[in-house]
């Protein structure tokens, strides 16, 4: 297996290149025009990861995600939602990196076998980072209206969040 492993992507390289040398393809003239497609597709999706960035820092150091756990608190006892799980179930759909920093905060504090801790993990893996994969993919190709994906996939992680939370209370 591990020998598979090693060659498997040189293989591959190398029986594209084959192969369009049996067609009669200029393949290093295509491997440009895909690098300058590339290129081009990198350049027209920085606009709206900056913003999304610039928007993460501030939700953080602003201490709002703090603030609205606390406010909602007494609502999360009633769902059985522990409070140190709020901040991630709102990062989440904006930033993997943001919500992985919860997530051990989360660990460091209550514990991975802790009741917040099961639900901090089964959240992370059931929930998706929506603004960011919408900016990434739809600036890709310069779609600007997202018409029923954004309600969609938000509907999808709020789904995620509920099912966390039903799932580790029934299993643990």
Same mark, same amino acid.
């Given at each position: 297996? #591990? ?68 406010? &909602? ?18 990062? #989440? ?53 997202? #018409? ?20 580790? #209370?029934? &299993?643990?």
């Amino acid at each position: 297996m #591990r020998f598979i492993s090693v060659f498997a992507v040189p293989f591959m390289i190398g029986g594209i290149i084959v192969f369009g040398l049996i067609k009669r393809v200029k393949v290093y003239d295509c491997f440009l025009e895909g690098a300058k497609d590339g290129l081009c597709s990198a350049i027209n999706i920085l606009p709206p990861l900056v913003g999304l960035m610039v928007a993460i820092s501030m939700l953080r150091a602003s201490g709002i995600i703090e603030l609205i756990s606390r406010i &909602l608190a007494p609502l999360l006892k009633v769902l059985f939602l522990p409070a140190e799980v709020l901040p991630l179930a709102i990062l #989440r759909p904006v930033s993997g990196s943001g919500s992985m920093a919860i997530i051990t905060d989360i660990f460091k504090n209550c514990g991975p076998d802790s009741f917040a801790g099961r639900v901090a993990s089964v959240m992370a893996g059931s929930t998706e980072t929506t603004f960011y994969t919408l900016a990434v993919y739809f600036g890709a190709v310069n779609i600007k209206n997202t #018409r029923h994906t954004l309600k969609s996939a938000l509907l999808g992680d709020l789904t995620g969040i509920i099912m966390s939370i039903v799932v580790c #209370r029934l &299993l643990f």
